[in-house]
């Protein structure tokens, strides 16, 4: 049997991470709970990414688990207070992603608002000679509404400046020392703007507040912007005002249920889906998975983490 110590990987990971780590550790890939029992007692760490965190079941299996290492700034899915207990570790890669994160928020605003998406399918279809596509809407003089004003809200709101935009946001636990307009709650938030883009933590704190008094508070001109998580917002309310053109449209990267997502959305043509791509560029992952491969190694080495959460 390896001396190496075992580490449970729940999220497929890069070839360069596997590389790294399998010169100090042996991998075992998560597949079902059934397999897991066979080589449980040699896990001492697990890599994991923000959307699926460490689901409560797989925690109990695991007497010897030590570090999680999350690719990732989510820790909604772990719980940290279990962790806390155990004398578990958690790290995530926090400061790798605001960037690329904020970028699709405005990346999915613009797409929407400009209605790119349908453009480029009405241009593929060859329709362009024969009929007239609707007109899109204008971001100019448009308000912006951010729902979460931490690290990314706030990097968000430093690329609208950039436009003929006005800014305001809604923190619930504090509120940064910035120049941006303050709303005192989601509710005015969505009533003062015209798009309102969701960059608040997961969890229970922020379930389902995407409700119908916010959506028939932004109202049927605004635009609804999610790089957060996907259990912020009540789907099948979303759904049913998006049919109904009860709001103009919505930028998704994130669902409740992903990656396999409620179908209604698949006819929505005022609404403009990713598959969770926010952070993904290349750039960015390399940073992220030397970080998580990083926390791992340094954890093993002398008790430290290099971006710890507990
Ligand atoms: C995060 O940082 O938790 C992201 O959602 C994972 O890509």
Known sequence: MSSKPGILTIDPILPFMRERLEQSFELH???????????????????TGGASG?????MNALPNLEVISVNGVGTDRIDLQEAKRR??????????????????????????????????????????????????????????????????GQAIAKRISAFDMEVAYF????????????????????????VLILAVSGGARSANMINNDILTALGKDGFLINIARGTVVDENVLLEALKEKRIAGAGLDVFQNEPDINPAFFALTNTVLQAHQASATIETRTAMGNLVVNNVIAYFTDGTLLTPVV
């Open 29 to 47: 890939p998560y597949t079902t709970p059934e397999d897991l029992q066979r080589f449980a007692p040699r896990i001492r760490g697990i890599t």
């Open 171 to 194: 923190n619930s636990h504090a509120k940064p020392d910035t120049p941006y307009r303050f709303e005192p709650d989601l509710k005015s938030l969505a009533e003062w703007c015209d």
């Open 87 to 152: 004398n578990i570790r958690v790290a995530t890669t926090q400061n790798t992603l605001t960037e690329d994160v904020a970028d699709m928020a405005v990346v999915l605003m613009m797409t929407v608002m400009r209605d790119v998406v349908n453009n480029d399918r009405f241009v593929r279809a060859g329709s362009w000679p024969h009929s007239p596509l609707p007109l899109s809407r204008s971001l100019t003089k448009k308000r912006v509404g951010i729902a979460g004003f931490g690290h990314i």
């Open 54 to 58: 460490v689901p409560a079941e797989i």
